[in-house]
């Protein structure tokens, strides 16, 4: 009779829904410093253990411990603190304008920011970066005005895109960090053919392309992962894994069955699977890449293993399909208040200097804010001119934009 | 030189020229292409410089798009025109919009080559004619040679062009130029004026069409295959065309269409393409736009038709000069 059984159809359903108290019990999380640190030139094979593991170096009580710990210094923990409070506060005062009415739309990275701005600070400054929209840490920790990304999140005057792409889809050639695109998963291919064209050139830089977990379901996901494999391309292919792909969790995406880092495994790529909510840990495990992309021994992808806070975008209500309580409960705390904890552990911090520069970083956000605003809104303008619309759609405008320009006027 | 000759010197003289060209895609490199057009590049400029690459043709495209964003040159070669649409995604939401999204901060300056175009018996994936599905696109530059002289030209410009340009190639004009009359021998390119390539460097305008033939009853609107095509049928009608080889479709020469229809009143339009949604609509409206008080007739369209390519009935589908000669005889009627 078993023979004649109807088959079934599997559909995978995350641990919690609305309602119910966000339970993350089945998550077995390894302790901090158990996982050994092979050396760069290890063979994917070797080393295929760590796609099922995760690299963690901060333990419960914030102390840095085991092969990972990177042994920065004081003063570089405290840049990496202040970029992350930075791109919160950012975060902050643009999802409130956009409220607001001041713009269309945005997205916060609310518990990741440890992860852009660890990668950015152990990435070297002319790295190339191929971002989703989630990494706005990266501009942040490369120093990049922020009065720059919120004039492109106000489309206004000073955008130095000229209002043509939604909010939060930034470019900045200066800071190294690719035009992002609407389409999910496209940077992922387009980094290893940089990485590839630098290793063409013979020149010393790599580059670092970021997809989310969602996003690893796109076919260019298996495009970067091929090539990058074939041409042993110097890229660092991070999957950033913040369990949440807008309404489907991570095992609508395949997590259920394996780990993000274990997809790697089949393309002979080493893997590396890290707490994203651990900077010591992104940071060492993105020198680790680094290191061996810049070393000609090629491509190593990285998931990193985090939470998204936030709703997906200022469109989204995450109260309709998780529980509100998720964050408080994911058992990875919160980058920013881990590091604070560790650097005090240091005796390098304290709650008083948290403070300060909590309040600075606010006070800088806000005088960016008002200088941003002062050069216009999405709602109240001033905007580019709309003449700029027909330009950059090719090098030299063709006759029809030329007279479609014109009949618009102005 | 044959087509294929002239396409496989144009990607020559642009590797010595420039050391940021690099050309890949499936069995390019080692083997030198499936239709030759590859041959011997590897051996001379070297592997890293002419390479295969794994069937992907999304990233063969993906890959170029960064290589292009880092300041290399690629030149990309997609098998056959029926298998660039896994690479759709990259060439229109990125390639073609990457300098527009930056506002100029990144470009993607490079050429794909696809084999387009039926009369070889290619069926349904080996016969198509994509190009209105780029036409479409802005952003994106669109390129057919008709010729071995033109092809070679146009490719240099296409490869030189700070644009994303994408190139087909009519795959029945490799060896020979062919005039839809599949009974007759044929004739190499060796025996055709335009079969006469210099070796070293030159380039043809994009953009611009070239009168390949004056007249003065009917405008013939062609490019690729069927330009051959419309001077068999111009023959064996008698009827006196002005045959327009577009050899861009956009940008469109449009100052050339607009003088020829101006002067003749009468346009026929010819693609091998489908017809519905097909290149030969954006013409004829340009056309009935642009050159309405000069119009003596209604503007005629001879395509394939709105089905797939089909393999048995290939004579039927494709426009030949008798189905084209009806056309010329019809506006003239009017």
Redesign the interface.
């Known amino acids: 009779m078993d023979r004649h059984r109807s088959l079934r159809l599997h559909i995978p359903e995350p641990r919690h829904r609305p309602g119910e108290p966000a339970d993350f019990s089945d998550l077995r999380l390894p302790k901090a410093g158990a996982v050994e640190r092979p050396p760069v030139h290890s063979s994917a094979f070797e080393m295929r253990d760590l796609a099922y593991a995760l690299i963690r170096v901060l333990d419960e009580d914030g102390r840095a411990v085991g092969p990972w710990d990177p042994q920065l210094e004081a003063d570089a923990l405290r840049r990496g603190l202040r970029a992350m409070l930075l791109t919160r506060a950012y975060d902050d005062r643009m999802y409130r304008a956009q409220r607001q009415g001041k713009t269309s739309f945005y997205m916060k990275c609310t518990g990741e920011e440890g992860v852009a701005v660890a990668q950015a600070l152990a990435l070297e400054p002319d790295d ?1 970066l ?1 971002p989703t929209y989630r990494q706005q840490g990266l501009l942040i920790a490369r120093d990049w005005p922020i009065v720059d990304m919120m004039c492109q999140v106000y489309s206004n005057s000073g955008d ?3 209002g ?2 939604m909010p939060v ?1 930034y ?3 200066k800071a190294g960090f ?2 992002i ?3 999910l998963g ?1 940077q ?11 290793a ?2 013979g020149d010393h830089r790599i ?1 670092a392309g970021w997809i989310g977990e969602g996003a690893t379901a796109e ?2 996901f ?3 992962l ?2 990058a494999s ?1 041409y042993h391309a110097p890229v660092i292919l991070n999957v950033v894994n913040n369990q949440w792909a807008i309404s489907c969790y991570q095992g609508i995406a395949g997590g259920e069955e394996a780990t993000f880092a274990a997809r790697a495994i089949g393309y002979g790529m080493p893997a590396l699977r890290v707490d994203g909510n651990d900077f010591l840990a992104t940071y060492a495990a993105t020198r680790w890449a680094a290191e061996r992309a810049r070393s000609n021994l090629g491509a190593t992808l990285i998931e990193l293993f985090t939470h998204r806070v936030a709703a997906h975008s200022t469109a989204d209500d995450p109260s309709r399909y998780r529980p509100a309580d998720e964050s408080e409960k994911w058992p990875l705390g919160d980058p920013i208040e881990r590091l604070k904890q560790h650097l005090i552990g240091l005796g390098a911090w304290s709650e008083e200097r948290h403070e300060t520069m909590l309040k600075e970083v606010e006070e800088q956000v806000r005088a960016a804010g008002k200088e941003a605003e002062a050069l216009g809104t999405l709602d109240r303008g001033p905007l580019p001119p709309v003449s700029t619309m027909f330009e ?4 030299e405008m ?3 934009l030329r007279r479609q320009r014109d009949e618009l006027g102005g | 030189m044959n087509m294929v000759q002239a396409l496989n010197s144009a990607m020559d003289v642009m590797l010595s020229r420039d050391p940021d060209v ?1 050309i890949f895609g499936e069995d390019v490199g080692y083997f030198g292409g499936v239709f030759r057009a590859t041959d011997g590049l590897q051996r001379k400029h070297g592997k ?1 410089r002419v390479f295969d ?2 069937i ?1 043709e ?2 063969i495209l ?11 040159r ?1 030149v990309a070669e997609v098998q056959f025109a029926d298998y660039i649409y ?1 690479a759709m ?2 060439l229109i ?2 390639a073609a ?11 993607a300056p490079l050429t794909v080559r696809a084999p387009c175009g039926g009369g070889i018996f290619g069926g349904q994936t080996h016969s198509q004619s994509a190009e209105a599905l780029f036409t479409h696109v ?2 994106l ?1 669109t390129v057919i040679p008709s010729n071995p002289y033109d092809a070679k030209g146009l490719l240099v410009s296409a490869i030189e ?3 994303p340009v994408v190139f087909f190639e009519p795959k029945r004009l490799y060896s020979g130029p062919f005039d839809g009359h599949p009974e007759k021998p044929a004739v190499p390119w060796s025996k055709h004026a335009l079969g006469e390539v210099p070796a070293g460097y030159y380039r043809i305008p994009l ?1 611009k069409a070239s009168v390949v033939r004056a007249g003065e009853e009917v405008t013939v609107l062609a490019y690729g295959t069927l330009v051959h095509v419309a001077a068999a049928a111009a023959d064996e009608s008698g009827i006196d065309i002005e045959l327009v080889d577009l050899r861009s479709l956009r ?1 469109v020469d ?1 100052e050339t269409i607009v003088a020829s229809v101006q002067k003749t009143g009468r346009c026929v339009i010819l693609h091998e393409a489908t017809r519905t949604g097909g290149f030969g609509a954006e013409l004829s409206a340009l056309v009935q736009e642009h050159c309405f008080f000069s119009l003596e007739a209604p503007i005629e369209r001879v395509t394939g038709w709105d089905t797939p390519y089909p393999h048995a009935f290939e004579w039927q589908y494709f426009p030949g000069p008798a189905r084209v000669a009806r056309a010329l005889r019809k506006v003239m009627a009017a």
Not at chain 2, 62 to 72: F, I, P, Q, S, T
């Open positions: 190339m191929f130095r895109l000229k043509r792409q889809m470019s900045s050639r690719f035009s695109s609407g389409n496209t992922f291919s387009q980094a290893v053919g940089w990485a590839m064209a630098s063409y050139k580059a076919p260019d298996h495009y970067a091929t090539f074939v950059d759609v090719y090098k063709p006759w029809y | 690099v890293q690459t794994p992907a999304g990233g993906g890959v170029a798009v960064g290589m292009g964003a880092y300041g290399l690629p896994p995604d990259q939401s990125e919009r990457l300098r527009y999204r930056s506002a100029g901060e990144w470009w802005c952003g530059k062009d700070d644009d953009g940008p449009i």
